[in-house]
């Protein structure tokens, strides 16, 4: 049994069964994924893989049981290796950073120029995507931290703390008659076409829920995955706008009004997740009490002991 052979197992599943694709991940051909996988399962001496033919469909049940195995042997080769840089290259390395558009457009910009202050030799890549591309990102371990607010709460692998709170708010463009009303109503947003973001994300679920907890159903004209599309489009006079407040910048919105509507629409809570199990530098840890200082680092490694649930407050 060896590394390689542990890796061709996850990658052949992470691969959906095309030994081709996994070779190409692996920098090997595919005859020798093949006999990698056979020599693997004459050790053992059960079979790990469901085939018809040559073809591999997925995993038997042994198999289902090492994958887990194989998991967690590839993650501490790999915490090891950190451990080492730890220890030997405090100050330097990678911390990978996987996050939504709005996090790393409004929420993040100045906890990266303080982390990048105190660490400037450490590369810090930031990669944005969706809820559950973040989510997976985590668990796969190529990302160390994970910031959004959707989807990374239910993963179990990941333990999350909350690192800050916000609402929706409406916005309208310069003169639109909402700003005449001094208490806006969910009723008077509804009159007009409505502009806002993409299912699962930036708590699209809790606009969905406080119009039908009202029995009003809203016009949503169109959908984005971020509020700078948003906000253009409100602009151009294609509906209202329902987007997080922080992405709301009274000195670049110059063409828009922000109308108080905090009341309208519940709390939405913007969560930190790690991986279970991953080795994370010290420099993640400062990282992540830059974000929120009473998530210290003897606080994230409390949390991350095995006898902890995941979603902690």
């Avoid at 691969?15 to 070779?23: I, P, Q, S």
């Avoid at 915490?79 to 080492?84: E, F, G, P, S, V």
């Avoid at 830059?290 to 995941?310: G, R, V």
Wanted: net charge negative; glycine share 6%; with cysteine.
């Amino acid at each position: 049994m060896n590394f390689q052979q542990l890796r061709i197992i996850r990658e052949t599943v992470r691969r959906n069964y095309n030994l081709t694709e996994v070779g190409n991940a692996l920098y090997t051909s595919q005859s020798g994924v093949s006999k990698h996988i056979k020599d693997l399962e004459d050790e053992l001496g059960i079979e790990l893989f469901v085939r018809k033919g040559k073809r591999l469909l997925g995993l038997t049940d042994p198999g289902k049981e090492l994958l887990g195995i194989v998991e967690r042997m590839l993650l501490d080769a790999k915490n090891i290796k950190h451990l080492a840089e730890q220890f030997s290259k405090s100050d330097q390395g990678q911390l990978t950073i996987a996050t939504t558009h709005t996090q790393a457009r409004y929420a993040l910009p100045k906890v990266v120029s303080q982390f990048k202050q105190a660490f400037p030799k450490v590369h810090l890549a930031l990669h944005q995507g969706s809820p559950g591309e973040i989510a997976q990102l985590l668990a796969d371990g190529q990302a160390d931290i994970g910031i959004a607010t959707e989807a990374i709460s239910q993963v179990p692998e990941l333990v999350t703390f909350p690192y800050y709170s916000w609402h929706h708010a409406v916005i309208v463009p310069k003169g639109h008659p909402l700003e005449k009303i001094k208490k806006l109503t969910l009723e008077d947003v509804a009159e007009y076409p409505i502009v806002t973001y993409h299912e699962g994300f930036t708590g699209r679920q809790h606009i969905d829920e406080a119009f039908l907890k009202s029995n009003i159903t809203p016009d949503i004209v169109m959908s984005a995955l971020d509020a700078d599309v948003i906000k253009t489009y409100v602009e151009l006079g294609l509906g209202v706008g329902i987007i997080a407040s922080m992405a709301y910048q009274k000195e670049r919105d110059t063409q828009l009004t922000l109308l108080a509507s905090s009341h309208l629409f519940e709390n939405n809570t913007t969560r930190i997740a790690v991986r279970r199990g991953h080795y994370l530098r010290g420099y993640a840890y400062k990282f992540i009490e830059l974000c929120a200082a009473d998530l210290t680092e003897a606080h994230i490694k409390s949390a991350l002991l095995p006898s902890n649930d995941q979603d902690l407050d």
